[in-house]
């Protein structure tokens, strides 16, 4: 049976108030699966997880709480366990596992199949431990020297060593059972500000974006990526209206899913991010997020939050039906991808 097929028939046996939780993707605090959320993930009202430096100080530790989490989730509905696990200074594994060096280090050697082969290698350690997502690798082109952000995070300043490293990476990460998401749509490489603090905007014109930001994410779309994260980024050349990318219809529904034609699973970056939350209530974000075209929302710190977050979103379902059908396609898009990619090595091509 066709992934998607068997998520519909998933999703027509779940309740409104499930179907909105199998929306969240959630961190925590701490070493060991909180009790409330093992409870809201048993009950079918969580859809995946995802974990940080600060969950996972030991191998012995990231193996337990892997299991802990896997074994939380009920049957039939399939595990989601993700981290960012980009190499250099984004890096979430503890030692003894390998580290990769910065992805611009990959980029200045231009050699894609070490590249790839770099990525198979994360991709095999991910899947031992029962990770099933990487949000990874960066898609975004370093065009602006002042970023303080992406940086040597991104493979190159150019836009075509960015495509060639970037298809690399997914190809050698989805080879091993690991699904792949490229960030940050549609590019943060050319930014003055933190999005983790303040919201940033890209004064580029449309045919400038077209040149270099959206060049990867073009290239990658086509592809069998599993998923792509957005941006907190305003891109005034894309939404007129000043929305960021995170928020847009335009930028999401309009440019990601018609003109690029992306079929996977779009995640929001983290909504307790400043760019976000000095504007607005996370509550009011994650609905506007699903409203304009994510099919997840990321909520990585705060438990409460999350709470909050399925409660609006409840809430917003119950009254709007065109709310409702974007969150049904969402949910069969989320898990049709957790069908594919398995934490237990069972990996369905």
Partial sequence: MPFEQQARSLVEGLSLEQMCGQLLVVGFEGTVLP?????AIRAGQRGGVILFKRN???LETAQCLCRSIR???????????????????????????????????????DDVELTKRAARSVGRQLAAIGFTWNFAPVLDVDSNPDNPI???????????????HALAFIEGLQEQGIAACGKHFPGHGDTLLDSHLELPRVDQSRERLEQVELA???ACAKTELAGMMTAHVVYPALDPIGVPATFSEPILSTLLRQELGFGGVVFSDDLEMGAVTRHQSVEVAACSAIAAGCDAVLVCHSEEAAERVHGALLAEARGEAKLTERLRASAVRLLAARQRWRPDGDFRP
């Fill in 71 to 109: 074994e939380a989730f009920p049957a039939p509905l399939p595990p989601m366990i993700a981290l960012d696990e980009e190499g250099g200074r984004v890096s979430r594994l503890p030692l003894p596992f390998q580290k990769l060096p910065p992805m611009r280090w990959f980029g200045e050697r």
């Fill in 56 to 58: 996972l100080p030991d």
């Fill in 150 to 164: 992406i940086g040597d995070r991104s493979f190159s300043r150019d836009p075509a060593v960015v495509t060639r």
């Fill in 35 to 39: 009790e409330r959320l093992s409870q």
């Fill in 216 to 218: 990867p994410f073009r």
